[in-house]
Nanobody
């Protein structure tokens, strides 16, 4: 299973961005997919999750601004990020969990400037 996050970029504070997690070699709909991020000099932190059944949960810091959704036809999971803040600047990673095994993808950089 290979996961790849994409869609990162540089935006101004208050703007929106959508990043995606794509899978090759497996069907992403069977996985719980988590989003994590890591800012420079900080530990990786949980951002959002979506289960195979579609249940979602978010870190308090992004609640109400970020939303995670599946596109099963495209075999991707999107993370829609609205009202971005400078503190959202980080490398964002997606991770897939299935049957006790976790897979990580390469991250995508999101930079939010004031």
């Amino acid at each position: 299973v290979q996961l790849q996050a994409s869609g990162g970029g540089s935006v101004q504070a208050g703007e929106s961005l959508r990043i995606s997690c794509a899978a090759s070699g497996s069907t992403l709909s069977a996985f719980t997919v988590d989003w994590y991020r890591q800012a420079p000099g900080k530990q990786r932190e949980f951002v959002a999750t979506i289960t195979s059944g579609g249940s979602t949960n978010y870190a308090d810091s992004v609640w109400g601004r970020f939303s995670v959704a599946r596109d099963n036809a495209e075999n991707v999971v999107h993370l829609q990020m609205n009202s971005l803040k400078t503190e959202d600047t980080a490398v964002y990673y997606c991770s897939g969990l299935i049957q006790g095994s976790r897979y990580w993808g390469r991250g995508t950089q999101v930079t939010v400037s004031s």
